[in-house]
């Protein structure tokens, strides 16, 4: 079956723009998480969904960042007036339910650069 | 703050040799995971170990959870090229927590041409 897909993969952008990155979870997954990854760091809990909830945004480093998942399926990460220190690897996961002792599914990743 | 530390960085070895990458936690864990990401690849889930002392084998990986559930560890035997990428350990923030992970910055195994 499909795993996690998100869109763009790669994203170039100025500083002081605004990006906005797509993840669609694994279908009947009810948890979905966005990570950071920088160059040769672990993967940094950013935010998760539980359904269409966020049930734990504080990982968010400020208010620049903002996530949605209407629906309980398809999340967007929102960056505001981007800075050159939000460049990184955005990792989206899904997982089929929180708690218990469930593996996350990754997808890809969107790799973003910030001029 | 609650830290999840792995060594080394990075490990050299001839193909063939072994592999062994540390996870050391700064809070007792109630489970860990493993995940395996490949160079220019997203993190992929190996396995999850939750009781104290746990020993899991995978073909020619080793997973141990140590009794205190604070430390952990992988070993691979005789590593082949199919191995390269770079190993994380993971562990929840809090008690109760199973979502908010905590990553290590992973072990590079990288294999000697």
């Known amino acids: 079956g499909a795993g996690v897909s998100q869109t763009p993969s790669n994203k170039v952008t100025e500083k002081g723009k605004y990006v906005e990155l797509r993840c669609d979870p694994i279908?009947?997954?009810?948890?979905l998480y966005w990570y950071r990854q920088s160059l040769g760091q672990g993967p940094e809990f950013l935010i998760y969904?539980?359904?269409?909830?966020?049930?734990?945004d504080s990982g968010l480093p400020n208010d620049r960042f903002f996530a949605v998942r209407p629906e309980g399926s398809v999340s967007t990460l929102k960056i505001q007036r981007t800075e050159r220190g939000d460049s990184a690897v955005y990792l989206c996961?899904?997982?089929?339910?929180?708690?218990?002792?469930?593996?996350?599914?990754f997808g890809p990743g969107t790799r973003l650069t910030v001029l | 703050g609650q830290q999840v530390m792995q060594i080394p960085q990075y490990q050299h070895v001839q193909e063939g040799e072994d592999f062994t990458t540390y996870c050391n936690s700064s809070?007792?864990?109630?489970?860990i995971q493993w995940y395996k990401q490949r160079p220019g690849g997203h993190p992929v889930f190996l396995i999850q170990?939750?009781?104290s002392g746990e020993v899991k084998k995978q073909k020619r990986l080793t997973f141990q959870f140590g009794e205190a559930k604070k430390n952990s560890s992988l070993h691979i035997t005789a590593t082949q090229t199919t191995d390269v990428g770079t190993y994380f350990c993971a562990g929840p923030r809090g008690w109760d927590s199973n979502y908010q992970l905590i990553w290590g910055a992973g072990t590079k195994l990288i294999i000697k041409p």
């Open positions: 809070t007792t864990l109630s489970n």
């Open positions: 170990l939750v009781k």
């Open positions: 996961a899904s997982s089929p339910t929180s708690g218990g002792y469930n593996e996350q599914f």
């Open positions: 969904f539980q359904g269409t909830g966020a049930a734990d």
């Open positions: 279908s009947g997954h009810t948890a």
